[in-house]
């Protein structure tokens, strides 16, 4: 039970979870409503590497690897943001010119 708990304190885990779930989703992997699904998936995966770890390599610095698990996850949240912002303004382009909005979605080239 001790295990458990201490996997429940790891903030970096859960953070790349949820990183990695909406980054998923972005790019069309992950379904509308399946996102608890794949949070649950990896939780558990990553429970099972964790109670793994401290069985065969209990000298690993779990708390350490959390700590760059969640830096990492600032990176990765940035890094979608600027994919997405980079990504979004052609496409809403296309949305306003294909329902003919006037101004907004107007283009002078054929």
């Given amino acids: 039970m001790e295990l458990i708990t201490q996997f429940e304190l790891l903030g970096g885990f859960a953070a790349i979870t949820a990183a990695l779930v909406n980054a998923l989703k972005v790019f069309g992997v992950v379904k509308d409503g ?3 699904q794949w ?3 990896i939780s558990t995966l990553g429970l099972v590497t964790f ?15 959390d700590a760059g698990l969640s ?4 990176i990765f949240t940035y ?4 994919a997405a ?6 496409l809403f382009h296309g949305l306003f010119k294909a329902g ?3 101004l907004i979605g107007k283009s002078f080239s054929k």
């Fill in 85 to 90: 912002a980079l990504g979004l303004p052609g």
């Fill in 51 to 65: 109670i793994s770890l401290k069985l065969f390599k209990p000298d690993i610095n779990i708390p350490g690897l």
């Fill in 39 to 41: 949070s649950l998936a």
């Fill in 34 to 36: 399946t996102a608890p």
């Fill in 79 to 82: 890094a979608l943001g600027v």
């Fill in 71 to 74: 830096e990492a996850a600032e």
């Fill in 100 to 102: 003919s909005v006037p």
